[in-house]
């Protein structure tokens, strides 16, 4: 059509120069994009809002100025109108902290509560110097020693603390940690075996890491309470404490296999072909070449597992052990305290609890993945 | 190439060094150590259980269990058998975990969504839930809800009722008027973008559209002081008890029971089925050949409405709610959810919505920028681009984690034990393993149960990752 030949058009003088925009940058754009980009946004804002009036005075109420600080029993938190029982808390705390561990020797819990978050502190620390000594002491040496310890023995001249005894957040942490310690070596060997070329060890990783990730951890710890017993010489008769922790260990290994696994899928295999060209064996090849490479890929997996299995270890009081949670059961239920706050005031701190050391550690992860990847970025 | 076999060219090395040998002496190794240990384990099991007068077959299958359940699905009762019991067991189980799957799925998604959402409001919502319910152990938050909220409701005589809610005429008036005047402005504005410009119609569109937002705002305001002003004159009022009551016997519902001809009604809806999909296929063929397209969800959702509605009054309406009504101490009648499975419910689904937004979030984001994009470049709005371009092939990422949120859900359902629910570790592995002492087949049977869903759901998952495989270049 003719039309096209008549819309040419050339400038040529220089357009103007415009103000910027009132919004552009600042505060108001901010708001002005994030909180009412539109009627809908804008409504979403208004009713959110709201919801933060409505509900904070009553919550800062509940939590702070209609709580009980202190109080002998709970007759000051039975009274109409209380909050949240925080003496409850303070008055149990001995009690969440140890269960029924002997108070004399709670020293002992106190000195590997320390040396653990020592040694965890020392591992976590990014740049900390000589990690491998760290690990090997945290991973080998502070487990054994600390459940030697704990437990006593009458050849190092310490009394026993027998494990029915034991209980409360150092039996919570006890749990987490041979969960932590064993999953490793455990979902490597898996994560091996499962990636073997051999095809009857690959068979038996498989069907050990589907069993085991197929079913509910409630079972696993059942079976490894009511059957483990029967499965050894009945003059053996396994620790009641000692079965749920290899059921833990059992569990935890084979969730961290797939993880493992994972990781070894990312590891390109040139680098097993330029291993393999060096002359190295399998186990020097993996120890040296693609296990550290696989790991460190897979660091917010594993933190990640960490966290399944710190929140999993609540699941251990079915079978009787009387972990962190089940001491603010226990507490909650005692007739000196019995009032309307007090269950939620013990769940509140239970939460708090988990919460912080959860948090804690996808926070960590995130931190590392950044570092981590810091040096690969191009 | 020269000749020669490779065998020909290989060195001679020591038997121990060659791999194939190595590798048949760690197989044979491994099998015989794994071998040995499970052949000392079931000796062991035997001679223990001998020693301990454990049964060791699945006699008790048959006998009568002597237990009562509270919540059962199939008819049962204490002088059912203990494979019964394993029956209503797990159908609890599949109930809570089905019904958990469908509410975790909505929140999950709604709240995945809202975390990428560019309202701040939304954004710091979603993200305060999952980091709050993620990093709280399911246990707690099950005891939570049971312990602290529910078994704390007042008895039945002075339960929380939930009352109907009608609509108060300046109230509701104001409201239509408000919905249909926005509605108005909104479709003109449309109406005018379409038109040629410069045509008649486009000049008087935005009056008409400014005509419509005015009423609007003007219905709004007096809807909202209608609604905070005068006593019985609110937008809102209380109508009569609607029938649902919580107290600390459980939830209490209407019963719906439906009388004879309630067939039509599926009969209604399955005609509106088949209409949809019928007029979906239509739709597709005419935008094929014209390249217009058709309002397929408007009409659908107006069929599936409309015709079962139709035939369920042509029918008589054939449907009498029982409602619960207090007698004495308690309620008798209309339908009674048990406290257990309303914790384990809300537990159960709040718990795996936090995960599953995080799947849908990174879902959404693993999704290339570009993808978008090239959609407006297009000429796609923001709807059809998320609806046709960016979600597709979001939940091709999505799905497979979504899968295992939901198997991981239904193994969480375990946890029914701690509250109480009649779940089958709870009726199974726990009331019939203490009373029959099978403790070996009851395990073994439970854990086959939650294995076959896992590994089924599983194999589904895998076929499903075949077929819609990214095709590689």
Redesign the interface.
């Known amino acids: 059509m003719e039309q096209k030949t008549t819309l040419a058009y050339l400038r040529t003088q220089p357009s103007p120069v415009l103000p910027p925009p009132v919004f552009a940058g600042g505060a108001l754009q901010w708001v002005r994009?994030?909180?009412l980009?539109g009627p809908?946004?804008a409504l979403?804002?208004l009713?959110?809002?709201l919801?933060v009036v409505w509900v904070t005075p009553g919550l800062v109420r509940y939590l702070f100025i209609d709580a009980v600080w202190s109080s002998p029993d709970g007759a000051a938190c039975r009274a109409p109108g209380a909050g949240a029982c925080w003496s409850f808390i303070a008055r149990k705390l001995d009690f969440f902290l140890y269960a029924s561990y002997p108070r004399e020797m709670v020293w002992r819990v106190n000195l590997c509560m320390a040396v653990g978050a020592v040694l965890a502190v020392w591992l976590l620390w990014p740049g900390a110097a000589r990690k491998g000594l760290g690990a090997l002491l945290f991973f080998v040496i502070y487990p054994v020693a600390c459940l030697l310890a704990l437990h006593g023995s009458d050849a190092l001249g310490l009394p026993t603390a027998p494990t029915d005894l034991w209980g409360g957040i150092f039996l919570s942490l006890i749990v987490a940690t041979v969960g932590i310690v064993m999953s490793l070596p455990g979902g490597v060997l898996l994560a091996l075996g499962r990636r073997s070329?051999?095809?009857?060890?690959r068979f038996?990783a498989t069907v050990f890491i589907?069993?085991v990730?197929?079913?509910?951890?409630?079972?696993v710890l059942?079976?490894a309470n009511?059957?483990l017993?029967?499965?050894?010489?009945?003059s053996w008769s396994p620790d009641r404490l000692l079965r749920p922790l290899i059921g833990v260990s059992l569990f935890a290994s084979a969730y961290m296999a797939e993880i493992v696994r994972a990781g070894l899928q990312a590891v390109p295999k040139g680098q097993t072909e330029g291993a393999q060209a060096l002359g190295l064996g399998y186990w020097r090849m993996m120890g040296l070449i693609i296990l550290p490479q696989a790991l460190t890929v897979v660091i917010p997996g594993i933190v990640g597992i960490f966290?399944g299995l710190f929140?999993?270890t609540?699941?251990v009081?079915?079978v009787g052990i009387s972990d962190f949670?089940r001491t603010v059961?226990t507490a909650?239920l005692d007739p000196a305290w019995a009032g309307?706050t007090i269950?939620?005031t013990g769940?509140i701190f239970?939460?708090a609890f988990?919460?912080i050391f959860?948090?804690g550690m996808?926070r960590y992860s995130l931190m590392m993945e950044r570092r981590l990847s810091a040096g690969r970025k191009r | 190439m020269s000749g020669g076999g490779p065998a020909a060219q290989r060195p001679k090395v020591p038997l121990l060094h060659d791999p194939r040998f190595r590798g048949l002496l760690v197989q044979a190794g491994t099998a015989l150590a794994l071998v040995s240990l499970v052949w000392v384990a079931v000796d062991n099991a035997a001679t223990n259980m001998r020693a301990r007068g454990i049964p060791t077959n699945f006699d008790f299958w048959d006998r009568v269990s002597g237990f009562d359940v509270n919540q059962t699905l199939i008819s049962y009762s204490a002088v059912s058998t203990y494979g019964q019991a394993f029956w209503v067991g797990l159908l609890n189980t599949l109930l809570v975990a089905v019904i958990g799957v469908v509410f975790a799925t909505l929140i999950g998604f709604t709240l995945g969504v809202m975390r990428l959402s560019t309202n701040w409001a939304a954004r710091s919502f979603a993200g305060l839930y999952v980091q709050t319910l993620r990093n709280v152990p399911l246990l707690l938050q099950l005891l939570f809800w049971y312990n602290a909220i529910l078994n704390p409701l007042p008895a039945p005589r002075a339960s929380l009722a939930m009352p109907s809610v009608a609509l108060s005429w300046p109230g509701a008036g104001s409201l239509a008027l408000t919905l249909g005047a926005g509605a108005f402005a909104v479709f003109v504005a449309r109406f005018a973008r379409a038109q040629s410009p410069g045509s008649a119609a486009a000049m008087l569109a935005p009056v008409g559209a400014a005509l419509g937002w005015i009423v609007a705002i003007v219905a709004l305001v007096f809807g909202v002081s209608a609604f905070m002003g005068a006593p019985g004159g609110g937008l809102l009022r209380w109508g009569g008890p609607a029938g649902v009551y919580l107290n600390n016997r459980g939830l209490l519902l209407p019963n719906p029971s439906f009388g004879p001809g309630a067939g039509w009604v599926l009969v209604g809806l399955a005609g509106a089925v088949a209409a949809s999909v019928a007029f979906a296929f239509w739709a597709r063929r005419r935008q094929a050949r014209t390249g217009a397209q058709s309002p397929v969800a408007l009409v659908s959702l107006a069929l599936l409405i409309l015709l079962p509605l139709i035939a369920f009054v042509a029918a008589g309406s054939p449907l009498t709610m029982d409602y619960p009504v207090l007698r004495g101490f308690n309620f008798q009648g209309g339908l009674r959810v048990n406290p257990e499975f309303v914790a384990l419910l809300l537990g159960l689904s709040l718990y795996t919505a936090a995960f599953i937004a995080e799947e849908v979030r990174a879902g959404v984001q693993s999704v290339a920028k570009g993808q978008s994009e090239a959609a407006h470049a297009l000429g796609l709005r923001a709807a059809p681009t998320l609806r046709l371009v960016v979600l597709p092939q979001a939940l091709r990422v999505i799905l497979p984690p979504l899968t295992n949120q939901y198997l991981n859900l239904t193994k969480n359902s375990s946890l029914a034990v701690f509250i109480g629910y009649p779940d089958l570790v709870q009726v199974f592995m726990g009331t019939v393993l203490n009373q029959t002492g099978a403790a070996v087949q009851v395990i073994a049977l439970t854990m086959a149960v939650y294995l076959t869903i896992s590994l089924a759901t599983a194999g589904l998952m895998a076929l499903y990752g075949r077929h819609t495989a990214w095709a590689e270049r």
């Open positions: 994009a994030n909180m980009a809908g946004s979403f804002t009713a959110g809002l919801f070329r051999l095809p009857i060890v038996f589907e069993f990730r197929g079913v509910p951890f409630i079972t059942f079976m009511t059957m017993p029967l499965f050894v010489p009945a966290i929140k999993d609540t699941l009081a079915v949670l059961e909650r309307p269950s939620t769940y239970a939460a988990y919460w959860c948090f996808s």
